[in-house]
T-cell receptor, first 115, second 113 residues
């Protein structure tokens, strides 16, 4: 158990719809990262937040947005969903002053299926 | 983050030692080398990290030559459960943390009986 909690674990929806994925980082972790992993693809970095502020942005579509709240949990909003958005969405967290820089703790992921 | 190159896939057998090499020719002075393991439908898990020479922990060893332009993850006496994707990442993680940590496609290691 990494200590990172993601909900929901599975989600099935239709094209054109909007969904929200939720992530609770490990206690004390200030950074939250979102990744997308499609079938047979590597992990695509979407976006990172640190203590409520956007820290880094990757290949995140304009239809997607995210935020980190004061209690440090984060939400990833996916709108106008397309079939190609079907994927595993991972959240990870890290501690800035960790003894092992670059160590991320990943949640179990949210599997999104768009029909 | 420094670009990395690693084999797409590798095969081995139970009980063998497996070495996965990652090239990172443009590694910067402050960059660390980190390896992750990912099983199907699970999030990646940190395996090992190093800066230079050799690092060993309970699951793996990491060998880094003096020029640091490559690194080798060594898994001793692999078992079927070591079948997974292994990612090599290089970056300056020490200052503001692991900003925009990008994973490539990794190396798909398949262990056979």
């Amino acid at each position: 158990d990494s200590g990172v909690t993601q909900t929901p674990k599975h989600l099935i929806t239709a094209t054109g719809q909007r969904v929200t994925l939720r992530c609770s980082p490990r206690s004390g972790d200030l950074s939250v990262y979102w990744y997308q992993q499609s079938l047979d693809q590597g992990l695509q970095f979407l976006i990172q937040y640190y203590n409520g502020e956007e820290r880094a942005k990757g290949n995140i579509l304009e239809r997607f947005s995210a935020q980190q709240f004061p209690d440090l949990h984060s939400e990833l909003n996916l709108s106008s969903l397309e079939l190609g958005d079907s994927a595993l969405y991972f959240c990870a967290s890290s501690v800035k002053a960790s003894g092992r820089p670059g160590e991320l703790f990943f949640g179990e992921g949210s599997r999104l299926t768009v029909l | 983050l420094a670009k990395t190159t690693q084999p797409i896939s590798m095969d081995s057998y139970e009980g063998q030692e497996v070495n996965i090499t990652c090239s990172h020719n443009n590694i910067a002075t402050n960059d660390y080398i980190t390896w992750y393991q990912q099983f199907p439908s699970q999030g990646p898990r940190f395996i090992i990290q190093g800066y230079k020479t050799k690092v060993t922990n309970e699951v793996a060893s990491l060998f880094i030559p003096a020029d640091r332009k490559s690194s080798t993850l060594s898994l001793p006496r692999v078992s079927l459960s070591d079948t997974a994707v292994y990612y090599c990442l290089v970056g300056d993680f020490g200052g503001g943390g692991a900003d925009g940590l990008t994973f490539g496609k990794g190396t798909h290691l398949i262990i056979q009986p």
